[in-house]
């Protein structure tokens, strides 16, 4: 009976499995999925802070205070959006981690590991500008020591400084962090999820 009313439903709303799920599957292939979910969450509680966060230097810090502090709901969106950062970057590492453990990057899945590579560096993008949006003294201390660090790099770390430093604003860190960013982001998953559709999830060694 409940066969026959489960064919009847997947039959009148075309649910059809193009793709069964490999019996291999366990919990550690699951980090993808969840971090797709996060960055889902982070995409809905960014939504809610453009209408309250003015991206001036003297009213940036304002805006969040008065958002986390008046608005309804405003300290836990912007608390969810914070925290779910730390842990979208955790599963995104965690993932790229189980991937290599399980050498799931070799042929024919290159550009499946080359898109997961840069997703990961665009995360730890949004998690850096992230951090200096509020225009607060974490915010400044922050800025001053990535400058520091990149002015290390060989070669090309003192030309690089002097760019960030002579074009940096609080606008620009924020256009990069609210369009730059997310559409790159999601021109990565769009290759990322093709590879996977089109290769499948590996086989275990």
């Known amino acids: 009976m409940t066969t026959g009313v489960s064919a009847w439903v997947r039959e009148r709303i075309r649910l059809k499995k193009s793709k069964p799920v490999p019996a291999h599957m ?11 979910s996060v960055i889902l969450l982070q995409l809905g509680t960014v939504i809610f802070m453009l209408f309250f966060y003015n991206p001036e230097p003297q009213e940036a810090l304002k805006s969040i205070d008065y958002m986390s502090n008046e608005v309804v709901f405003g300290g836990l969106f912007r ?5 779910a950062s730390v842990i979208l970057l955790a599963m995104v590492f965690s993932h790229m981690t189980i991937v290599f ?10 550009f499946t590991w080359f898109s997961g590579v840069a997703q990961l560096l665009v995360v730890f993008l949004f998690i850096t500008t992230g951090i200096i ?12 020591l990535w ?27 924020y256009f990069i962090h609210i369009l730059i960013l997310p559409v790159t982001l999601a021109v990565l998953l769009h290759l990322h999820f093709r590879m996977v559709r089109k ?5 275990p060694l």
Do not use: Q
């Open 79 to 83: 608390n969810v959006h914070r925290w």
């Open 101 to 110: 453990y399980f050498k799931a990057y070799r042929s024919p899945r290159e």
């Open 147 to 173: 400058i520091d660090y990149i002015e290390t790099w060989p070669l090309i770390g003192e030309y690089f400084s002097h760019i960030i430093l002579d074009s940096f604003s609080i606008n620009i860190g």
């Open 199 to 203: 290769h499948g999830i590996s086989e």
């Open 133 to 144: 949006l509020p225009w607060d003294w974490r915010a400044y201390w922050a800025f001053a």
């Open 26 to 36: 366990t919990f550690f292939h699951c980090f993808g999925g969840l971090s797709f």
